[in-house]
């Protein structure tokens, strides 16, 4: 699942209407279309908005809107599933040190 994707899910099952939403996190309905289908990347600060307004964990969010950053990052490179599992090889490391 995409941050797109849980931010949709949250407001739907919550009843919420887009322009609801956009409004409580201060931007446009059309930029809120834009992140629900993934073509957009809210700020990190909105996390913790959205959060708190759909009771949900705040590190949860972040990991899918974390993952987001790394796929568009590496989603046209030949070397990129390489470079991502360098990439965690590297953060293991650093982790262990």
Known sequence: MTIGQKIKQ????????????????????GFLSK????????????LKKLSKLFNVVQSD????????????????ENQGLDALKVA???VKYSKDK
Request: charged letters at 45%; a negative charge; aromatic letters at 4%.
């Open 10 to 29: 949250l407001r739907e099952e919550s009843g919420m209407k887009q322009r609801e939403l956009a409004a409580k996190l201060d931007i446009g309905e």
């Open 35 to 46: 992140v629900e289908n993934d073509r957009k990347l809210l700020k990190r600060e909105d």
């Open 61 to 76: 969010l972040e990991t899918l809107w974390l993952a987001n950053k790394v796929y568009d990052l590496i989603k046209d």
């Open 88 to 90: 965690e090889e590297q």
